[in-house]
T-cell receptor
Framework: TQLLEQSPQFLSIQEGENLTVYCNSS?????LQWYRQEPGEGPVLLVT?????EVKKLKRLTFQFGDARKDSSLHITAAQPGDTGLYLC????????????FGTGTRLQVTL | GAVVSQHPSRVICKSGTSVKIECRSL??????MFWYRQFPKQSLMLMAT?????????EQGVEKDKFLINHASLTLSTLTVTSAHPEDSSFYIC?????????????FGPGTRLTVL
């Protein structure tokens, strides 16, 4: 059974601060997705990383896929209240997104 | 990104009744859709994989006779919660697999909040 551990589980920071969320596994993934979910809504895809060592940027968000494709990180620069939400990583070890393994989730709260 | 819709967004029903939830991929065809369940403050739990034109594949511990899945077309999958009971109250989310050249991924619907009284 593939497991994805996210850390921290909960993070409360003030606007303007930086943060990093980690997603770790003992399994190798062919790709990994990051999603953000707001209360009462479905997860929204932020990024898909495929290549080991890959770094992708989405405005103030920077995503990195580990060289061995077993871990990933999400770094947010100058967090804003609009970044508040549940961040989920999801690993695909089949190569066809036929079954995603979801991380435990990181709940981020950004206050003014 | 690809768009997936769900209907209804929320439903309240009496114990013993059946509830049908629809999941549609609006701008792409999806041979595979997925149904998840999410409890408060928890991550998503995969219930079943819905394959167009064939039987769904259920995860261990998920009762296939209670959670009926039909994937009648390339853009529609339905989940029917039969004889619903209060313990079935949850947030149900569907997703559809989108095939791209680099990596397939899943796009999620907005979810359906089911409350069984």
């Amino acid at each position: 059974t593939q497991l994805l551990e996210q850390s921290p589980q909960f993070l409360s920071i003030q606007e303007g601060e930086n943060l990093t969320v980690y997603c770790n596994s003992s399994s190798v993934f062919s790709s990994l997705q990051w999603y953000r979910q707001e209360p009462g809504e479905g997860p929204v895809l932020l990024v898909t990383v495929v290549t080991g060592g890959e770094v992708k940027k989405l405005k103030r968000l920077t995503f990195q896929f580990g060289d061995a494709r077993k871990d990933s990180s999400l770094h947010i620069t100058a967090a804003q209240p609009g970044d508040t939400g549940l961040y989920l990583c999801a690993g695909d070890y089949t190569g066809t997104a036929s079954k995603l393994t979801f991380g435990t989730g990181t709940r981020l709260q950004v206050t003014l | 990104g690809a768009v997936v819709s769900q209907h209804p967004s929320r439903v309240i029903c009496k114990s013993g009744t059946s509830v049908k939830i629809e999941c549609r991929s609006l701008d792409f065809q999806a041979t595979t859709m997925f149904w998840y369940r999410q409890f408060p403050k928890q991550s998503l739990m995969l219930m079943a994989t819905s394959n167009e034109g064939s039987k769904a594949t259920y995860e261990q511990g998920v009762e296939k006779d209670k959670f009926l899945i039909n994937h009648a077309s390339l853009t529609l999958s339905t989940l029917t919660v039969t004889s619903a009971h209060p313990e079935d109250s949850s947030f149900y989310i569907c997703s559809a697999r989108f095939a791209s050249g680099r990596a397939d991924t899943q796009y999620f619907g907005p979810g359906t909040r089911l409350t069984v009284l």
